[in-house]
């Protein structure tokens, strides 16, 4: 049994949607960011960084694992799936995770934080990360032009980047022009599996202009200057 302590965010949703599509039994222990219960002693036992997500293994001793990409390629060599056991084919998924985990994620969270969060509008700083998220979209695009999936057989490598990218309009980035991405991304989405994990914690809905929009920024602000 793996223990999740996560929150409703695209590094969560890498977490729960791995588990649901290697069908590994879990316990869910939600962390509410903006109380700040991802500083506390007791998470960080868990994770020393205090962030989500993070799981424990009670089925190996409470081993504890954290950053989402590591807590990934655990999860998959655990169950067999997602992640070749040959050299190469296993050298490329890894290669698309890194590019998430150094690419997207950090361009995506960075436009988040300047286009959404961040009180004072710095548009050299929206700009900025806004086209670089838009360039590595483009690689993205370019790669799946020829391939169904990113690196090979459907891996954690097309989770990790489904579960930043499909947040594109948040961040203020339109992929209209990318139309292997946009294919890419529906035929994920319509996976079972990642509809369940989407909903881990619980399922969110915020659309840009809403009441529901203005609470969330305003939550997110509290974590951002923290």
């Not at 590591?70 to 799936?81: K, Q």
């Not at 004072?120 to 999936?149: C, H, M, T, W």
Request: charged content about 25%; overall charge neutral; some cysteine.
């Amino acid at each position: 049994m793996i223990d999740l302590y996560t929150s409703a965010t695209p590094n969560g949703h890498k977490a729960s949607v791995t588990l649901e599509e290697l069908a590994i039994p879990y316990e869910v222990y939600p962390v509410n960011l903006t109380a700040g219960e991802q500083k506390t002693p007791a998470f960080l036992k868990i994770n020393p960084n205090g962030r989500i997500p993070a799981i424990v293994d009670r089925g190996n001793d409470d081993f504890p694992i954290f950053e989402s990409g590591a807590i990934m390629i655990y999860l998959a060599e655990l169950a067999g799936m997602l992640l070749p056991a040959d050299v190469k084919g296993r050298s490329r998924v890894i290669q698309w995770l890194m590019f998430q985990m150094g690419g997207i994620g950090p361009m995506m969270g960075q436009a988040n934080v300047f286009f959404r969060y961040f009180p004072e509008k710095i548009q050299p700083a929206i700009d900025r990360y806004q086209k670089e998220s838009k360039r590595l979209f483009a690689v993205l695009d370019g790669q799946l032009k020829d391939n169904q999936f990113l690196a090979g057989d459907y891996s954690i490598a097309d989770i990790a980047n489904f579960c930043w990218v499909r947040t594109h309009k948040w961040s203020g980035v339109e992929i209209d022009d990318l139309p292997h991405l946009e294919r890419w991304l529906k035929e994920i989405r319509a996976r079972p599996a990642v509809d369940r994990g989407l909903k881990v914690p619980q399922e969110v809905k915020v659309e840009a202009g809403t009441k529901e929009a203005e609470t969330f920024i305003k939550g997110a602000q509290t974590i951002v200057v923290r």
